[in-house]
């Protein structure tokens, strides 16, 4: 199987689709690799989905890290992308700069950091030290705060330009691909035929070069799903089940076996 990075991403552009999801540990990191996944992102997105939380933005640096290593100790083809999380590089361009080369060090082949034009200046530097960024423009969670809900970016004429403009910037500051969510379809199309980088869409259309899904999402193991998420399978029901036959077995006595 075809081993992932940069150039392997980039040279996919027009050629082939890829299918990218989160995961966040050892085992389903493993599988998603082993099912021949390009791109697995340890997104911030595990505080919602292993954290328990309303958001991603109580997710902290050390959960990140440890994520991170032990979905880089299990991949043997898929590149791995680390999701920078909120107020790791809010704070400064040095501790930024401190906390992108810990997610690498953890193993991450690249960081990911939300935001357009107003972080092209973090993008530059960390292209320059050699740490790819795969930027995010569109809906951007870590600023649900500001929109007061998950809310679909770029409706209207001028806020479409603004997504566009913040897509072309990461482009320009160095980003290798650029993750789109929760635009329209033809806005996402619009910016995949202007940009040179892979386009990475969630909730954004079919046009885009690349999409993601997360990984509990996809498996059915969140029974509540955005509306644009297609479950590949429903899991939720079944690891139920096989709890709840265990409790019963062991209640009944008949597990263990003698
Ligand atoms: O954290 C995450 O899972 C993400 C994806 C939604 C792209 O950022």
């Known amino acids: 199987m075809k081993k992932w990075n940069v150039s392997a991403v980039r040279a996919a552009k027009g050629k082939q689709k890829l299918g990218c999801c989160t995961a966040y540990d050892a085992c389903f990191a493993r599988l998603a690799d082993e099912a021949g996944v390009p791109i697995v992102l340890v997104g911030d997105s595990m505080g919602m989905t292993m954290l328990g939380y309303e958001t ?8 990140t890290l440890s994520s991170v290593a032990a979905v880089a100790r299990s991949v043997k083809n898929a590149m791995v992308v680390g999701d ?35 972080v092209c200046g973090l993008i530059r530097r960390m292209t320059e030290a050699g740490i790819p960024v795969l930027a995010h423009v569109g809906m951007t969670p870590q600023s649900v705060n500001e929109y007061g809900g998950f809310k679909k970016q770029g409706k209207t004429a001028d806020a479409a330009a603004q997504v566009l403009a913040d897509a072309k910037a990461v482009e320009e500051a160095g980003a290798f691909a650029v993750t789109l969510e929760c635009i329209p379809s033809e806005l996402a199309a619009r910016i995949t ?30 029974e509540k799903a955005p509306s644009f998420v297609k479950q590949y399978a429903h899991l939720a029901g079944e690891v139920r089940d096989a709890f709840a036959a265990y409790v019963a077995e ?9």
């Open 193 to 222: 035929e202007e940009l040179s980088i892979v386009t990475v869409g969630i909730g954004a259309g079919p046009a885009c070069d690349a999409q993601w899904l997360v990984m509990h999402d996809l498996l059915g193991l969140n």
């Open 56 to 63: 991603t933005l109580p997710v902290k640096m050390s959960e």
């Open 84 to 118: 920078m999380p909120f107020g790791s590089y809010q704070c400064g361009d040095d501790e930024a700069m401190r906390n992108a080369v810990a997610i690498i060090q953890a193993g991450a082949d690249a960081v990911k950091l939300e935001g357009g034009a107003r």
């Open 250 to 258: 062991v209640a009944t006595g008949a597990f263990p076996a003698k």
